[in-house]
């Protein structure tokens, strides 16, 4: 018994370092989620047609959002481990990186949506409805999506400075930030939304607005707080004097990088088709597992600051070259994991009942949601196995095999088992929303043969 706690738990400070870590990303990742549901409510209460328009868009621009996680977070491998050398020189040519790559995907973002949008949001009004309704959807969607580019290069740079930050352990100033930029948000959410205090009713323009606002407010903390406190952020000053980087380093960055950027670019936009795939059986099933998914994103908070955290954590034993340190951090860290969100998960299937409620929408698309969540519910524990498991691969640099862990999976089982549900069966979307869920326990085995394998201990910043 006590061989068997010592493997797989920790003592008192070694659950204290992973909250000081995990803690401010739920805070920060827990407001950010509550915002959006509170910002959902609010767009739902204009109209169902303009609450599924938005969740569209957000749909398509969530692909953007994991293009830049993943261009970040390639290079934010070789930042955990050069932090935990304390080699400064290499941290900033990794923020280097990240400043040329992000840019690129950003440019190509943009045009895409202006030149393409219409197109792309077209690809989820394909199952039942009205013509008046998919026609209502497409154009407060083709709005809030042209308003809602201004706020991309904004985001970029968050995202450049954020990460750099959590990788080398700052997690309170990214929070603080992201705190900030979410009350911003939300009052200028409600004044413009609705028109209030002499503000312009502006309904999912408004919302876009206030997006883009609190966005710009979320970089100016971010990069002045960083640039004003140079003796706590070595790798920054000087940053910009020159963008170039030492071609063994951009080589080496791209090796490990590449496999894990296309992985969240095919993991989003097989997410984005799953949920395509699922819009085959109307509307109806896309406005219900928006308000879902916007519920599922609040409960999520737990397993997704807790893989951050193995990323940092694990990352930075990595750069010290103890690989044993590694491992027995990273099983303990997985099992705290799943355990933390076995009690979010009770929570979630006990509150489902009341969050659908908020929404001005039809009664038979609230009971739907209310289903969905139970279901997702049911699969959180999971979630967090696969997510534990998921950034501990990457952590050592194992990009190739988390791609296909991850993003090979997600099309080549999720996809075609949704489609070919979706398409040529007469289950209920209940039925294929779970069915595709638990297709996820095959990834999980395998998630788990390869972490005690122990094919991710790497220390690739040598």
């Not at 609010?42 to 328009?53: A, D, F």
């Not at 190739?400 to 862990?405: L, N, Q, V």
């Given at each position: 018994m006590r061989r068997f706690k010592e493997k797989y738990f920790g003592d008192a400070a070694f659950y204290k370092m992973i909250f000081v870590i995990a803690i401010p990303i739920m805070i920060q990742n827990g407001i950010t989620n509550?915002?959006?549901?509170?910002?959902?409510?609010?767009?739902?209460?204009?109209?169902?047609?303009?609450?599924?328009?938005?969740s569209i868009v957000n749909q398509i621009l969530f692909v953007y959002n994991l293009c830049i996680f993943g261009a970040v977070s390639g290079a934010g491998i070789f930042t955990a481990q050069y932090y935990g050398q304390k080699n400064t020189d290499g941290i900033r040519h990794t923020i280097r990186f990240k400043l040329w790559t992000v840019t690129a995907i950003t440019i190509l973002t943009i045009l895409l949506c202006i030149f393409a949008g219409q197109s792309l949001i077209n690809i989820y009004l394909t199952g039942e409805g009205s013509a008046a309704s998919i026609q209502a959807t497409m154009t407060n969607g083709r709005e809030y999506m042209l308003f809602m580019l201004a706020g991309l290069p904004f985001f970029m740079v968050t995202q450049i400075y954020g990460s750099t930050?959590?990788?080398?352990?700052?997690?309170?100033?990214?929070?603080?930030?992201?705190?900030?930029?979410?009350?911003?948000?939300?009052?200028?959410?409600?004044?413009?939304?609705?028109?209030?205090?002499?503000?312009?009713?502006?309904?999912?323009?408004?919302?876009?607005?206030?997006?883009?606002?609190?966005?710009?407010?979320?970089?100016?903390?971010?990069?002045?707080?960083?640039?004003?406190?140079?003796?706590?952020?070595?790798?920054?000053?000087?940053?910009?004097?020159?963008?170039?980087?030492?071609?063994?380093?951009?080589?080496?960055?791209?090796?490990?990088?590449?496999?894990?950027?296309?992985?969240?670019?095919?993991?989003?936009?097989g997410m984005a088709t799953l949920a395509g795939c699922y819009s085959l059986r109307?509307?109806?099933?896309?406005?219900?597992?928006?308000?879902?998914?916007?519920?599922?994103?609040?409960?999520?908070?737990?397993?997704?600051?807790?893989?951050?955290?193995?990323?940092?954590?694990?990352?930075?034993?990595?750069?010290?070259?103890?690989?044993?340190?590694?491992?027995?951090?990273?099983?303990?860290?997985?099992?705290?994991?799943?355990?933390?969100?076995?009690?979010?998960?009770?929570?979630?299937?006990?509150?489902?009942?009341?969050?659908?409620?908020?929404?001005?929408?039809?009664?038979?698309?609230?009971?739907?949601?209310?289903?969905?969540?139970?279901?997702?519910?049911?699969?959180?524990?999971?979630?967090?196995?696969?997510?534990?498991?998921?950034?501990?691969?990457?952590?050592?640099?194992?990009?190739?095999?988390?791609?296909?862990?991850?993003?090979?999976?997600?099309?080549?089982?999720?996809?075609?088992?949704?489609?070919?549900?979706?398409?040529?069966?007469?289950?209920p979307i209940l039925w294929i929303y779970f069915l595709v869920q638990l297709a996820d326990g095959i990834k999980a085995v395998i998630g788990l043969v390869l972490v005690k394998k122990g094919v991710w201990l790497h220390n690739i910043v040598e």
């Open positions: 509550f915002v959006n549901m509170l910002d959902n409510i609010m767009i739902g209460q204009i109209g169902t047609e303009s609450m599924t328009g938005v930050l959590k990788e080398c352990g700052q997690t309170i100033l990214p929070m603080k930030a992201g705190v900030a930029a979410i009350c911003i948000n939300l009052v200028f959410n409600y004044l413009l939304i609705y028109g209030k205090f002499g503000f312009p009713t502006l309904g999912v323009k408004g919302a876009a607005i206030a997006t883009v606002l609190s966005r710009v407010i979320e970089m100016a903390i971010i990069v002045i707080s960083v640039h004003r406190n140079k003796q706590k952020n070595p790798a920054f000053v000087g940053l910009y004097r020159s963008l170039a980087i030492p071609s063994d380093i951009v080589k080496r960055i791209t090796i490990k990088g590449t496999p894990l950027l296309l992985n969240e670019t095919l993991w989003s936009a109307g509307l109806n099933v896309v406005t219900a597992l928006n308000i879902s998914n916007t519920i599922n994103n609040l409960f999520q908070i737990s397993f997704i600051a807790m893989g951050d955290a193995v990323a940092i954590i694990v990352g930075q034993i990595l750069g010290t070259g103890d690989m044993k340190k590694a491992k027995d951090s990273a099983v303990k860290m997985i099992v705290f994991s799943v355990i933390l969100c076995a009690g979010v998960a009770v929570l979630m299937f006990l509150a489902a009942p009341v969050f659908p409620e908020f929404y001005n929408t039809e009664a038979e698309i609230k009971q739907l949601a209310v289903r969905l969540i139970m279901i997702s519910a049911l699969f959180i524990p999971q979630h967090a196995l696969l997510n534990s498991l998921y950034f501990t691969l990457r952590a050592g640099g194992k990009t190739m095999i988390a791609f296909f862990f991850d993003s090979v999976f997600i099309w080549c089982i999720s996809v075609v088992l949704a489609y070919i549900l979706a398409k040529f069966t007469p289950l």
